[in-house]
Nanobody, 111 residues
Framework: QVLLVESGGGLVQPGGSLRLSCAAS????????MKWYRQAPGKQREWVAT???????SYSPSVKGRFTISRDNAKNTVLLQMNNLKPEDTAVYYC?????WGQGTQVIVSA
């Protein structure tokens, strides 16, 4: 059974930073395509970033240059470093691998 558990969300001021974590069990993250998605209130869930087994990364244009996806293989954890946060980044952030989803972690960017 695959379990993805996100953490690291919270309230931050515009321009601030947060680092989200996704701890995985039941799969080896370094052997799987791992993604982050987010869902803002009243909006559809949208893709944010991807990291592949060969360390390829890709980003939504809305976060490129501000967010960085990475892996900590020793901890079997996927990370999302978010810098220069904007109010429009406010959303619940979800970790994903294939059909598996975490429960999400809330990020609120507000003054």
């Amino acid at each position: 059974q695959v379990l993805l558990v996100e953490s690291g969300g919270g309230l931050v001021q515009p321009g601030g930073s947060l680092r989200l974590s996704c701890a995985a069990s039941g799969l080896i993250i370094s052997r799987n395509i791992m993604k982050w998605y987010r869902q803002a209130p009243g909006k559809q869930r949208e893709w944010v970033a991807t990291i592949t087994p060969d360390n390829g990364t890709s980003y939504s244009p809305s976060v490129k240059g501000r967010f960085t996806i990475s892996r900590d293989n020793a901890k079997n954890t996927v990370l999302l470093q978010m810098n220069n946060l904007k109010p429009e980044d406010t959303a619940v952030y979800y970790c994903n691998s294939d059909i598996n989803w975490g429960q999400g972690t809330q990020v609120i960017v507000s003054a």
